[in-house]
T-cell receptor, first 111, second 110 residues
Framework: SQTIHQWPATLVQPVGSPLSLECTVE??????LYWYRQAAGRGLQLLFY??????ISSEVPQNLSASRPQDRQFILSSKKLLLSDSGFYLC??????????FGNGTRLTVT | LAKTTQPISMDSYEGQEVNITCSHN???????ITWYQQFPSQGPRFIIQ???TKVTNEVASLFIPADRKSSTLSLPRVSLSDTAVYYC???????????FGTGTRLKVLA
């Protein structure tokens, strides 16, 4: 069966520090991968999605970036965090028209 | 991509049937309609997906009229544990770009 791993679960980082969140999927090949962010009490904002290794589509221009170094690995990064980067970050995967499957998320607090 | 519109919030009592309607007026021919449930501090969880008419699984039913411009998620006999945010998503088959709407916050009361 397919599983998605996302870590860390919680993270507290000072303003201006770098960020690296990792997501890996097991049990499937060539998945579509996604990063979403959810501000407190708000909906899901699509940040990046990828349909293949090295293929990244950005939906929100900001100081975040994403990379897909391997087929089932998706990384969200920032060189310098802003207070506004605080939120709940969710990784998800899908194949063809199948539904999205989400990880457990990372709660990021930028102080 | 079809934009979806849902009620912001709904209240219900335990044991009642809850129907949440989603509007997706500009849905494309190859769009599927998918519903997700999200609890606080968790990722959304898939509930049900359909293309037309009616789909039923062990937790919900999805009704899609012939024009497919709306859909209704039906939760039979809700319990307190069904209190969550429910998202409707009309996804364009092939683009893989899934943008969620605001969701419906369902509160089930005792």
């Amino acid at each position: 069966s397919q599983t998605i791993h996302q870590w860390p679960a919680t993270l507290v980082q000072p303003v201006g520090s770098p960020l690296s969140l990792e997501c890996t999927v097991e049990g499937t090949s060539n998945p579509n991968l996604y990063w979403y962010r959810q501000a407190a009490g708000r909906g899901l904002q699509l940040l990046f999605y990828s349909v293949g290794i090295g293929q990244i589509s950005s939906e929100v221009p900001q100081n975040l970036s994403a990379s897909r170094p391997q087929d089932r690995q998706f990384i969200l990064s920032s060189k310098k965090l802003l207070l506004s980067d605080s939120g709940f970050y969710l990784c998800a995967w899908s194949v063809t028209e199948a539904p999205l499957h989400f990880g457990n998320g990372t709660r990021l607090t930028v102080t | 991509l079809a934009k979806t519109t849902q009620p912001i919030s709904m209240d219900s009592y335990e044991g009642q049937e809850v129907n949440i309607t989603c509007s997706h007026n500009n849905i494309a021919t190859n769009d599927y309609i998918t519903w997700y449930q999200q609890f606080p501090s968790q990722g959304p969880r898939f509930i049900i997906q359909g293309y037309k008419t009616k789909v039923t699984n062990e937790v919900a039913s999805l009704f899609i009229p012939a024009d497919r411009k709306s859909s209704t998620l039906s939760l039979p006999r809700v319990s307190l544990s069904d209190t969550a945010v429910y998202y409707c998503l009309a996804s364009l088959g092939g683009t893989y770009k899934y943008i969620f709407g605001t969701g419906t916050r369902l509160k089930v009361l005792a």
